[in-house]
């Protein structure tokens, strides 16, 4: 079964507009939520994160919401850029514990139009 | 602070045979993560070690092994190699498991 989920496998925006990646996540011990953004034939560069204590967290152009409630989260970039088409990953992990891993959506293709 | 590197970068194989790839952490990471990239099924979990002992593992079959060294160095074997385990082989680090791992640029493996 898919715990995290991507339910978009592309998005195209135009450059300067909003980007918004969406995750779902159905596992409740889920506490740990994390981006990576990925070019072909390289390993996924890390973004944002976010803790389950906190519904929002931003760092520049990207900031990331959880809404647990609803386990959604989603990552906005603003303004969106060229550079920054790539595959977006969403991943989530149980935190502290026993749980050492990352669990990955299958990701969205970003596509920012000049 | 150098990142996490991978070696070799490519390889190719033939079904059968057997296949060491190696990660190298960032300086001061103790947990070191294997995931398996493929198009069909995504990033998926191999296993994570930390001081030298695996502490969590994956739905993968024991033809996937590993180990991590004293100086949290590690290595993934793959025993008995099928065409379905061609994929890029990606290691993570992070300081004790479950907080932001760090990806190393992967291994494309080819199984012929």
């Known amino acids: 079964d898919q715990q995290v989920k991507q339910n978009s496998p592309s998005l195209s925006v135009q450059e300067g507009r909003i980007s918004i990646l969406n995750c779902d996540y159905t596992n409740s011990m889920f506490d740990y939520f994390l981006w990576y953004k990925k070019y072909p034939a390289e390993g996924p560069t890390f973004l944002i994160s976010i803790s389950s204590i906190k519904d929002k967290n931003e760092d520049g152009r990207f900031t990331v919401f959880l809404n647990k409630s609803a386990k959604h989260l989603s990552l906005h970039i603003v303004p969106s850029q060229p550079g920054d088409s790539a595959v977006y990953f969403c991943a989530a992990s149980g935190g502290g514990g026993s749980n050492y891993k990352l669990t990955f959506g299958k990701g969205t293709l970003l596509t920012v139009n000049p | 602070k150098a990142g996490v590197t991978q070696t070799p970068r490519y390889l190719i194989k033939t079904r059968g045979q057997q296949v060491t790839l190696s990660c190298s952490p960032i300086s001061g990471h103790r947990s070191v993560s294997w995931y398996q990239q493929t198009p069909g099924q995504g990033l998926q979990f191999l296993f994570e070690?930390?001081?030298?002992?695996?502490?969590n593992k994956g739905n993968f079959p024991g033809r996937f092994s590993g180990r991590q060294f004293s100086n949290s160095r590690s290595e993934m074997n793959v025993s008995t190699l099928e065409l379905g385990d061609s994929a890029l082989y990606l290691c993570a680090s992070s300081f004790v498991g479950w907080e932001t791992q760090y990806f190393g640029p992967g291994t494309r493996l080819l199984v012929l």
């Open positions: 070690y930390f001081s030298e002992t695996q502490r």
